[in-house]
């Protein structure tokens, strides 16, 4: 019974792996021109061969072709933690002060195109396991290189 119970298991484990989705991201929608998403929904970023899709449940918000993208852009969002200080360091009688030199990172992508007539774009926030990832996945069907926003300079 235990020969049976491995084989099964052997036999299972490679068609769950296989099941798995590796070019599925999750991700927050931060904003841009896609309909009837909100900024802070979770969506699911899905890198295929010749396109990028956005799924939020079982429903598909948008497939945008590999070949329609324009621009590729990575940032990052870097502030301390000025609120989670001041409250451990008013539990901790002042100990918490240290925290204030702890940094946080958020990451983000952002992806813009034109499909004949129709133009649209959209930012996401990336887990920042994934956000490398989703960089060379989206680099690598577009071929376009992805442009680092917070070196480029906006004066008013």
């Not at 590999?66 to 001041?86: C, F, K, L």
Request: neutral net charge; hydrophobic residues 40%; charged residues 20%.
């Amino acid at each position: 019974m235990k020969s049976f119970v491995a084989l099964i298991l052997c036999l299972s484990m490679p068609t769950y792996v296989l099941a798995a989705d590796a070019n599925s991201y999750n991700v927050m929608y931060d904003g841009g021109s896609l309909q009837n998403v909100k900024a802070g929904t979770e969506v699911h970023l899905l890198i295929d061969q010749d396109k990028v899709r956005i799924v939020r449940g079982k429903e598909e918000i948008a497939s945008i072709p590999a070949a329609s993208v324009t621009e590729i852009s990575y940032g990052q969002d870097v502030h301390r933690r000025v609120g989670a200080a001041i409250g451990l360091a008013f539990v901790s009688l002042g100990i918490g002060a240290l925290m204030l030199l702890a940094k946080s990172k958020k990451h983000y992508i952002g992806l813009t195109w034109t499909d004949g007539d129709k133009k649209g774009g959209f930012a996401m926030q990336c887990d920042k396991n994934d956000y490398r990832g989703e960089l060379a996945g989206l680099e690598g069907i577009t071929g376009k290189k992805a442009v680092d926003s917070d070196a480029l300079t906006v004066k008013n």
